[in-house]
């Protein structure tokens, strides 16, 4: 009787069993059936190297990557093809971060696609042709790509140097011996350098001179200097003379002493030069050669020549004009007593 009742047992569980498998396929089947007729369209999602194909129900790209938890950053962008028999491909283009130096200033930049040369566009960098970038303009861009330009620049510079003027010294027994006094003041010259500079970001790495010119000569200061020695006139006779040993000429036709006055051109040109004596025609005429010293023998004329004459000297007020080069110098000389030797 008990085998009888465990047999029984045995078969009732079976069916039980069987029954509730073909309840839950059919449930799985209902709920496979009610989801496909849900999900009606099917969606290829590219997303960088990865791709997705997903079913729903959303038509709006939108809302089917929010569905799929995809987000994009503000600078991401995607593109929809539009459903065809009810598929249909999105697909997302990442922004690539860019960091762009030029002129001092880093930019950066998220970029979708496109080349370097596209990044420069749009950050408003303009590169010319002879700047130095450290990537290609047609490559592509990448993530964390860094674009550096090196800017090349010319500049043209302009130096003027500073030419010192020079002294000539003119010696005269008008001053003391180591006095001086000028004549007129010296200019300095100018030499002008023209240089063409190659900048690097505004540093220079090349340089190449262009011109270089005395731009403006240097005019040398005129100097009187005291030398008691120094000759006064620039005559030169057609003999030597000879003179004893107080400086007197040995041999002469006439001595004359009296008062000695001196005069300059003032700047005007003139033929004469120092040498050149005036005296009263009447006495003394015109070519007449004579030797001029004061009596002691501090100043020393020299050897002249009678070239002109003046109204004191007709009126016998002085006996004689001394020529000098300089105003400077008649000036110093003043008036003197003197010995006119006529030879």
């Given at each position: 009787m008990d085998t009888i009742r465990s047999r029984c047992n045995t078969i009732f569980n079976l069916k039980v069993i069987r029954l509730f498998t073909a309840m839950l396929l059919s449930t799985i089947l209902v709920i496979a059936l009610t989801g496909?007729?849900?999900?009606?369209?099917?969606?290829?999602?590219?997303d960088?190297?990865?791709?997705?194909?997903?079913?729903?129900?959303?038509?709006?790209?939108?809302e089917i990557?929010?569905?799929?938890?995809i987000t994009l950053s503000p600078y991401d962008k995607f593109t929809f093809s539009g459903f065809v028999d009810n598929k249909a491909t999105i697909t997302v283009n990442r922004a690539k971060r860019v960091t762009m130096k030029a002129d001092g200033a880093t930019q950066v930049h998220y970029i979708v696609g496109g080349t370097v040369a596209d990044a420069l566009q749009k950050a408003a960098i303009t590169v010319n042709d002879e700047d130095f970038i450290n990537v290609s303009l047609t490559e592509p861009i990448?993530?964390?790509?860094?674009?550096?330009i090196n800017r090349v620049t010319y500049n043209t510079v302009t130096q003027v140097r500073q030419v010192p003027f020079g002294v000539l010294n003119f010696?005269?027994?008008?001053?003391?011996?180591?006095?001086?006094?000028?004549?007129?003041?010296g200019k300095n010259g100018e030499f002008t350098t023209v240089t063409e500079q190659k900048l690097l970001d505004g540093v220079v790495t090349e340089e190449k001179i262009v011109s270089e010119e005395l731009t403006k000569k240097s005019v040398s200061a005129k100097v009187l200097v005291g030398d008691p020695n120094a000759p006064t006139s620039q005559l030169i006779p057609s003999e030597p003379i000879e003179l004893d040993a107080n400086g007197n000429p040995v041999?002469?036709?006439?001595?004359?002493?009296g008062k000695a006055t001196a005069y300059s051109a003032l700047g005007k040109r003139t033929k004469l030069v120092p040498g050149a004596v005036a005296m009263n025609l009447k006495n003394f005429p015109r070519g007449t050669k004579v030797y001029i010293k004061t009596p002691n023998g501090s100043f020393v004329y020299g050897y002249s020549e009678v070239r002109d004459t003046g109204t004191a000297l007709?009126?016998?007020?002085?006996?004689?004009?001394?020529?000098?080069?300089?105003y400077r110098e008649s000036c110093l000389f003043g008036a003197k007593t003197v010995e006119i030797y006529v030879l």
């Open positions: 496909a007729a849900i999900s009606k369209y099917s969606i290829i999602i590219k960088e190297a990865i791709q997705t194909i997903v079913f729903t129900s959303e038509n709006q790209p939108e990557l929010a569905q799929e938890s990448s993530d964390d790509m860094n674009i550096e010696p005269t027994q008008t001053l003391k011996k180591g006095k001086t006094r000028t004549l007129s003041p041999s002469y036709k006439s001595k004359h002493t007709v009126n016998n007020t002085i006996l004689v004009d001394l020529f000098f080069n300089s």
